[in-house]
């Protein structure tokens, strides 16, 4: 029982630490709203506290994910050791792949709108890559029909 309140009594530490990198005074605000509380960016787009998982292959997490998430997400991976505030250059980093793929994901609906009923062409890479996602699946497919018949 002692080893939750410690837990707990960290968290709350961590997430005052938080809330202060942050400059955020959580004064009249109820303990409900501070547990969903996202920090300020300063880009367009909301806020979050951005954290990076650490590499532990003992139980199973990679390092290098990135995640924004709220203050009292953040507080417990902290905590847990599971992840730390991510850098400026990695969270730098996380935003423009994440504008890259939401620039794809335009291009492609895109396409979509401009089709209409016409042929599409689809670079090679993407065939080859689907092609071997395909392949991948009939190979499993067909080692899982052969353990069942076996067993």
Not at 11 to 23: D, H, T
Not at 95 to 102: D, F, L, N, S
């Amino acid at each position: 029982m002692a080893d939750i309140k410690l837990y707990w009594a960290l968290v709350a530490e961590q997430r005052a630490r938080l809330l202060n990198l942050l400059e955020v005074s959580t004064a009249g605000m109820s303990r409900e709203e501070i547990a969903h509380l996202a920090g300020r960016d300063d880009t367009k787009g909301g806020g979050a506290i951005f954290i990076t998982s650490v590499d532990k292959p003992l139980e199973g997490i990679t390092g290098g994910s990135i995640s924004g998430v709220t203050v009292e997400i953040a507080a417990r991976r902290i905590v847990e050791g599971s992840h730390r505030l991510a850098t400026k250059d990695e969270i730098a980093s996380f935003k423009a792949a994440q504008r890259a793929r939401e620039r794809t994901c335009a291009d492609t609906e895109r396409r979509k709108r401009e089709a209409d009923g016409k042929t599409v062409t689809i670079d090679r890479e993407v065939v080859e890559t689907l092609g071997a996602a395909v392949e991948r699946a009939s190979t499993a497919r067909a080692r899982n029909a052969g353990a069942e018949s076996k067993g």
